[in-house]
């Protein structure tokens, strides 16, 4: 599979120093106290700590999503090293969640981060058209692909079509996403929450969208016009077909 080269548009995006929180918050757990002479109650269960579920107002990744993704990190001969840079804690939290559980949104740019301190940014690049073209196989995505086809055809472009609605099923609170059809096409994600504004998602989106014309049986160019990205979470990926 070819692997693209990243390009930014934008000279002055400089993404690598901006922080960000993380949604999730460290809390304990209650332990009940021991139960009295004659009270015939259960004692409440230990419930180990953990991190909580993001607010509604947060963003958020549908668990299945992350779930893949590790998936994908763990089919790599690094994925040891690439394991040892997430926190454990936030690893076991994925691992034990239901895939259509609601999760903080800064976990997955966290996973491309532990991919890119690991192995560069091609990793990213890897993984992200990975779960592209696994996407057919996939429950979750099999009705929306079929229908895209079925409606607008297999020409690569119009399969793009399928990506802001695949958005708003496995994202939640993280901006908008369109299609803009033209010379050339352009798929802009506004009001991206700063969670996520980091250049490793820059790199992941630009990966899904040049895979997904990959597995439309075409290829094209993609580059990242992002001079307001920082700022506003604004970004245009213009694809060149």
């Known amino acids: 599979m070819r692997t693209p080269e990243v390009r930014l548009r934008a000279a002055e995006l400089d993404l690598e120093d901006m922080s960000f929180q993380t949604a999730a918050v460290l809390t304990g757990a209650a332990v009940a106290a021991p139960a009295?002479?004659?009270?015939?109650?259960?004692?409440?269960?230990?419930?180990?700590?953990?991190?909580?579920?993001?607010?509604?107002?947060?963003?958020?990744?549908?668990?299945?999503?992350?779930?893949m993704?590790?998936?994908?990190?763990?089919?790599?001969?690094?994925?040891?090293?690439?394991?040892?840079h997430l926190d454990p804690q936030v690893q076991r939290e994925i691992a034990e969640a239901s895939r259509t559980q609601w999760l903080p949104g800064a976990w997955g740019v966290e996973i491309y981060e532990a991919l890119a301190a690991a192995l560069g940014e091609t990793a990213v690049l890897a993984v992200a058209a990975a779960m592209v073209s696994a996407a057919p196989a996939t429950p979750m995505f099999q009705p929306l692909l079929r229908g895209v086809i079925h409606i607008f055809g297999r020409e690569p472009v119009e399969l793009l079509r399928a990506y802001p609605h695949a958005q708003r099923f496995i994202a939640r609170n993280c901006g908008t996403c369109e299609v803009v059809f033209g010379r050339p096409t352009t798929v802009r994600f506004q009001r991206v929450p700063e969670a996520l504004r980091r250049r490793v998602w820059l790199v992941g989106q630009l990966a899904v969208i040049e895979a997904m014309l990959v597995l439309a049986g075409g290829a094209g160019r993609v580059e990242i016009d992002a001079p307001r990205f920082a700022t506003t979470g604004t970004v245009d990926f213009l694809v060149h077909t």
């Open 36 to 67: 009295r002479h004659l009270d015939r109650r259960r004692p409440r269960r230990y419930v180990r700590p953990g991190l909580l579920p993001p607010l509604e107002s947060e963003p958020a990744f549908k668990a299945s999503i992350l779930k």
């Open 69 to 84: 993704v590790l998936e994908h990190v763990d089919e790599l001969p690094a994925a040891a090293a690439v394991r040892r």
